[in-house]
Structure formats: structure tokens, C-alpha cells
Antibody
Framework: DVQLVESGGGLVKPGGSLTLSCVAS????????MNWVRQAPGKGLEWVSSISGRSSYKYYADSVRGRFTISRDNAKTSLYLQMNSLRAEDTAVYYC????????????????WGQGTMVTISS | SYELTQPPSVSVSPGQTARITCSGD??????VYWYQQRPGQAPVLVIYKDSERPSGIPERFSGSSSGTTATLTISGVQPEDEADYYCQSADSSGRNVVFGGGTKLTVL
């Protein structure tokens, strides 16, 4: 079974930085694109960023482009999100997610999610 | 960018049928996916590619899509179906994933 475990969340001051991690298991990690999706308190879901299996392609939502950097270490089956210049509006639960079954989705949706890690931006 | 529009809330009594709509100009061209999210939990995919149900999802969950509107139908609603439901689609490149604003389903 696919397992995704996020970590690295916490309380950071505006303008600060934080790196989130997601350790994956149960599938051949470098065969799959990986994603970060976030959810602000009491709000809806927002796709943040995605990265291809060999890191050839990286995509970002307009709201984070230029401030966040997605990366992965396939040897460690880990996904990362480096977040800089953090703002109050970045406060959210951050989920690691992927499409693990090509019969279900074509990297245009997410059939597997982690439990999320909370990021709070406040002075 | 594009938007997907959902009603903020839907309420039904147990055993009734709940219908949650999702509207967007991209829907005639792209698949819609539906997620259920219970409080404090990660989203769970309940419908994929407009109308398919993943294994393990009860048969009372079904989906349809026609023109610019997709519908998630829950037949014979159970108390445990009370949750937030999100529709989701992507643009033609599959790169720009967009979620609807979510619908809170209340089981009276």
C-alpha cells in the first residue's frame, strides 16, 4: 500500500523559511510524479506544486512561484518543499499527494494522500 | 486559470439522496474527480474520471458529468457521509490542477 508521511511543519515568522518533507513507501518512487497540496484553516484545497519522477519538470501555483521550491531525493524516496519569504496566507496544512494508478488518473488528480503537516506563519 | 463552482452546503436526511454540483467551463473537455474530506482527515478520492468509483468506495456514491456541470450523487445517505466534498479538474496540459471551493454535506 502507498504510504506518505509528511513532516517539518511548525510556527514561523513572516518572511521566514521552512522545509517540508514527505517520505514515501509502497511504490516505485521514481516512477511517479509527486505533488504538494495545501489547505488553509477552514478553507478549501489548493494545489501548490508538482515534480516529475526524475525531477525534469517542476510546476508551481502562481501563489507560490518564486518563493517555494519543490525537490525530491529518489534514493531516499523523499519529496521536499522549500518555502521562503513566507506570508500569513501560507498558513495551511500541507499534504503530499500523487496519482499512483494510471487506470484512475493521469497525473491530473490524486488517489493517495499523506496525513498532512501544519505550517503556521505568525509573528 | 479557470474556476470550479460548488454550492457551499447541502443538507439531507438519512436515507435520502444528496446531489452536489460542480460547474466549470473546462468540464466538457476534462475529467472531474470528487474527494470526500472528514474533519481532521486527508481527502479521499470517491469518484474518478467523471463517474468511476475506486475500490472500497460504497456503491451509493456515483458521479456524472454533462456539459459544464458535474454531479456527485450519494444515494441513501448515511450519517458517516457527513463531510466536505470537493470537485477537481485540470486544464488540457494536466498541469494546472484546480479544486472547487468545497461543499459541506450535513446529514440532518
Amino acid at each position: 500500500d502507498v504510504q506518505l508521511v509528511e513532516s517539518g511543519g511548525g510556527l514561523v515568522k513572516p518572511g521566514g523559511s521552512l522545509t517540508l518533507s514527505c517520505v514515501a513507501s509502497g511504490f516505485i518512487f521514481d516512477h511517479y510524479n509527486m505533488n504538494w497540496v495545501r489547505q488553509a484553516p477552514g478553507k478549501g484545497l489548493e494545489w501548490v506544486s508538482s515534480i516529475s519522477g526524475r525531477s525534469s519538470y517542476k510546476y508551481y501555483a502562481d501563489s507560490v512561484r518564486g518563493r517555494f521550491t519543490i525537490s525530491r531525493d529518489n534514493a531516499k524516496t523523499s519529496l521536499y518543499l522549500q518555502m521562503n519569504s513566507l506570508r500569513a496566507e501560507d498558513t495551511a496544512v500541507y499534504y503530499c499527494a500523487l496519482c499512483s494508478s494510471s487506470s484512475v488518473c493521469n497525473d491530473d488528480a490524486f488517489d493517495s494522500w499523506g496525513q498532512g503537516t501544519m505550517v503556521t506563519i505568525s509573528s | 486559470s479557470y474556476e470550479l463552482t460548488q454550492p457551499p452546503s447541502v443538507s439531507v436526511s438519512p436515507g435520502q439522496t444528496a446531489r452536489i454540483t460542480c460547474s466549470g467551463d473546462v468540464l466538457p473537455k476534462q475529467y472531474v474527480y470528487w474527494y470526500q474530506q472528514r474533519p481532521g482527515q486527508a481527502p479521499v478520492l470517491v469518484i474518478y474520471k467523471d463517474s468511476e468509483r475506486p475500490s472500497g468506495i460504497p456503491e451509493r456514491f456515483s458521479g456524472s458529468s454533462s456539459g459544464t456541470t458535474a454531479t456527485l450523487t450519494i444515494s441513501g445517505v448515511q450519517p458517516e457521509d457527513e463531510a466536505d466534498y470537493y470537485c477537481q479538474s485540470a486544464d488540457s496540459s494536466g498541469r494546472n490542477v484546480v479544486f472547487g471551493g468545497g461543499t459541506k454535506l450535513t446529514v440532518l
